[in-house]
């Protein structure tokens, strides 16, 4: 039986088209570089999300008050720093929440330098970072002791925003004076946060490219029940108080 010129077209169409082999090859390539593409623009995508919030500070931390920063500007106090001139002189960076902390050793906080990464797996440890101190209370000798005598550099800092990590920095400078009554000076020069939650920032990146908060917050108000189980009462007493409130 003849077949008709429509049967004919309508098997052609039907029929397994054999691509040749540098065809195919050429083909999965394509397809190889096109996926790799998309997973390079889903990176890139989700890096853009990270920004860096940066806040310029100028702020002289005063004896027997407390210093507050308020790193995301949420108006609530992240860290607070204290100077005590009560008995021993010591300078300290708190955390206002238990679950804020500081990248240190022991009881003091590290000094760390422009461009360290400040994120998961960081040295964080729990409580008061101690900063500096001179003087002697028995038994704490801190007669010109600490990581930041005569130092400026960047604090590493963790705290958290609606249950998840975030990390940012503090820029500090602290100078000690020996001669006559030891004496301590510190000043804030500013500070960052990074606002991808669990994702690292390096101490001095001021995100450029990006917003920075445009009006210097560095002294938040700190109510009673923002502090940790630690008294202002255990902090004015100088080293004594804060060599208390560690084994608190």
């Not at 054999?18 to 096109?34: C, D, I, M, Q, R």
């Not at 992240?78 to 990248?103: E, G, H, K, M």
């Not at 029940?225 to 630690?230: L, R």
Request: proline share 5%; glycine share 10%.
């Amino acid at each position: 039986m003849t077949r008709s010129a429509k049967q004919v077209n309508n098997e052609a169409k039907r029929a397994p088209v054999t691509l040749s082999g540098s065809l195919e090859t050429n083909l999965k390539s394509y397809a190889t570089v096109a996926a790799a593409a998309g997973v390079g623009i889903l990176a890139m995508a989700q890096a853009s999300q990270a920004k860096v919030v940066y806040t310029p500070a100028d702020v002289t931390i005063v004896p027997n008050q407390v210093v507050g920063v308020d790193l995301n500007h949420d108006g609530i106090g992240d860290f607070f720093f204290f100077l005590s001139y009560v008995q021993a002189c010591t300078v300290s960076v708190n955390p206002v929440r238990p679950s804020n902390r500081i990248i240190g050793t022991r009881i003091y906080a590290s000094v760390l330098r422009s461009g360290v990464s400040v994120g998961p797996g960081g040295k964080f440890q729990q409580g008061h970072g101690l900063m500096a101190g001179t003087g002697t209370v028995y038994p704490f000798n801190y007669a010109n002791k600490g990581p930041w005598k005569d130092k400026e550099g960047f604090l590493g800092l963790k705290f958290m925003i609606d249950g998840q990590a975030h990390y940012g920095w503090a820029r500090v400078k602290v100078t000690v004076a020996t001669s006559g009554f030891p004496r301590l000076a510190a000043t804030l020069t500013g500070y960052a946060f990074e606002t991808q939650p669990n994702t690292p920032i390096l101490t001095g990146a001021t995100g450029a490219s990006d917003e920075s908060a445009s009006e210097t917050q560095a002294s938040p108000e700190l109510t009673d029940s923002q502090f940790v189980p630690a008294t202002l009462d255990l902090l004015a007493s100088g080293s004594l108080g804060l060599g208390q409130w560690h084994k608190q």
